[in-house]
């Protein structure tokens, strides 16, 4: 962690092909998360939507209730900070893995 006061940061490294499940940040008000990518190639997906390739200076809002996952690209690490934004009745859900063929097709 970089920072566990007033605002929770996580420095997060990807191995090439590694990638978190789906998962959502729940929140009655305020809360999501932000992405700073530092370094690699990675991707982030929105349920229901096209998946966007990431790259270093790349800025990603996610908004609390969102379900999503990121990760590294096949052949690539991945860096990023993760800013958790404050929100009330905050919580994470792990949900099931990316399917291993859809993530293979990304290009």
């Known amino acids: 962690m970089v920072s566990l006061e007033q605002v929770v940061i996580g420095n997060v490294t990807f191995e090439p092909g590694c990638r ?3 998962h959502i940040h729940h929140a009655t008000k ?3 998360q932000i992405l700073l990518v530092t370094g690699g190639r990675g991707w ?3 349920f229901g939507k ?3 390739a990431l790259k270093p200076g790349d800025v990603v809002h996610i908004p609390a209730n969102v379900k999503h996952w990121h990760g590294a690209a096949k052949d690539s690490a991945f860096q990023h900070l993760a ?3 404050a929100g009330e009745n905050s919580s994470n859900e792990w ?3 990316v399917d291993e063929n859809e993530y293979n097709n990304l290009k």
Request: a negative charge.
């Open 95 to 97: 949900c099931e893995p």
């Open 50 to 52: 096209p998946a966007q």
């Open 44 to 46: 982030y997906q929105e």
């Open 30 to 32: 305020g809360g999501g």
């Open 83 to 85: 800013v958790e934004v």
């Open 20 to 22: 978190n499940h789906w």
